[in-house]
């Protein structure tokens, strides 16, 4: 019988090790799945918490219960991946394997920004974990005025999305508590704007400027002062603090670096843009946040690029060739305040751009383009997420990003 683990039981390991069962008869491959814990937490729902949408119940379930019968689950804690024995060596095992598929994510690095630590969840804080999230929430119920500073350390990290939905969401917040006139509220980014690409960044600049968020473009963070409660740039500025909600850098799983998976100390897995295949190792496959992949480490990504990788992983254990056919696909609702949304949809390509995104049944929705129906779009996926899309099951999305209802130029 073949083996294939799979390392990471999060959205994109899930999802993938479901989609497999189904397709991979039982009595020819083996299906073992491995994370250190049985809590699947629902990431884009860690955003609310901070605002009191939801607590902390609203976003964790059992991993278990999502992982299909006739998929291993083992909770263990992965240590090393032998690539030349084909083997994952885990704290109180081993298990060889014929395939393999790295699912691992990223985890926050706080200890890499000097300084940092030394308010960790105390002045500064973040909504990317669930401790973070719950503790920026009683840190925000308290906050009555001041100096609310967002800073994004460096690029990449996971959903690039987040930060403006934060500050968007915090002016909201602020207003409704009549507190929004004593709240300053700033955006402090290393990227030239409030987005990557021209015509979002446009967009989003213009719903920033209008709810009067102040922004930092091109901030080079060096280090944070937490005792005096400022951060500063490479080349000197400062910049003063009473809240601080830090995003610092992503990186990879640390056993990935060790193992010589990784391709540097940051820890992320060099994937083939397109096929979704490890560029340096062999019977490998990458998904999810780990990957390099040019495009959002988001949700939508490990969707889209699941379907390209399981008929790739299907193709290559029957010798045929591998198809290009992964895109770059990413969209996602942005929660712009007030119980509305924009949507963006783009890929290696093309940018975001505006018009309607036809979705059967539901849409059209608005593209770069606030309404109520993105906000319920938004809200409505946590359903779709638990009860579709981590089961493996068929969504109305094509994985390939279609230029149908979009406006360009």
């Known amino acids: 019988m073949k083996k294939l683990v799979i390392l990471g039981a999060g959205c994109a390991g899930t999802m993938v090790a479901n989609k497999l ?130 800073n994004i350390a460096e690029f990449p990290f996971k959903c690039p999305v987040a930060p403006l939905e934060f500050v968007y969401l915090a002016d909201t917040y602020f207003t409704e508590r009549a507190l929004r006139d004593d709240v300053d509220i700033r955006l402090v980014t290393p990227l030239p704007g409030a987005f990557t690409k021209p015509k979002a960044s446009a967009f989003f600049s213009q ?42 850098p992503n990186v990879g799983a640390r056993f990935l670096v060790k193992s010589g998976v990784a391709m540097d100390e940051i820890g992320y897995v060099k994937t083939n843009n397109h096929t979704l295949k490890a560029e340096q190792h062999e019977n490998m496959f990458v998904l999810g946040d780990t990957t390099t992949l040019p495009t959002s480490k988001a949700g939508s990504v490990a969707h889209f690029s699941a379907e390209v990788m399981v008929e790739n992983f299907l193709r290559e254990i029957e010798g045929e060739p591998l198809r290009e056919d992964f895109d770059g696909h990413a969209n996602c609702f942005i929660e712009t305040g007030f119980d509305k949304a924009a949507l963006i949809d783009f890929n290696y390509d093309y940018e975001p751009l505006p018009g309607k995104f036809p979705l059967p049944g539901l849409g059209p929705f608005s593209l770069l383009g606030e309404s109520k129906a993105n906000h319920w779009g938004k809200m409505m996926f946590r359903w779709v997420y638990w009860n579709k899309l981590i089961s493996g099951e068929e969504l109305p999305l094509e994985a390939q990003m279609s230029l149908a209802g979009k406006v360009q130029d």
């Open 207 to 248: 719903l920033i400027e209008r709810k009067n968020i102040h922004v930092t473009a091109s901030y080079d963070l060096a280090e944070v002062d937490c005792a005096n409660k400022k951060i500063i740039s490479a080349s000197g500025e400062e910049i003063d603090f009473d809240l601080l909600v830090s995003i610092p």
């Open 21 to 150: 069962r189904k397709k991979l008869a039982q009595k020819e491959w083996s299906i073992t799945i491995i994370d250190k814990d049985d809590k699947h937490i629902y990431q884009p729902g860690l955003l609310f918490i901070p605002f009191g949408i939801y607590h902390a119940e609203d976003v964790i379930r059992s991993r278990s219960e999502f992982i299909a019968r006739g998929v291993n689950f083992v909770i263990d804690e992965v240590v090393a991946v032998d690539t030349g024995k084909q083997v994952v060596e885990t704290a109180t095992g081993q298990y060889e394997y014929d395939k393999i598929i790295v699912c691992t994510g990223v985890s926050l690095a706080p200890e890499e920004i000097p300084g940092l630590m030394e308010g960790w969840q105390k002045v500064a804080f973040d909504f990317y974990t669930l401790e973070g999230a719950v503790n920026l929430s009683r840190a925000l119920r308290k906050f009555k005025s001041g100096k609310l500073v967002l």
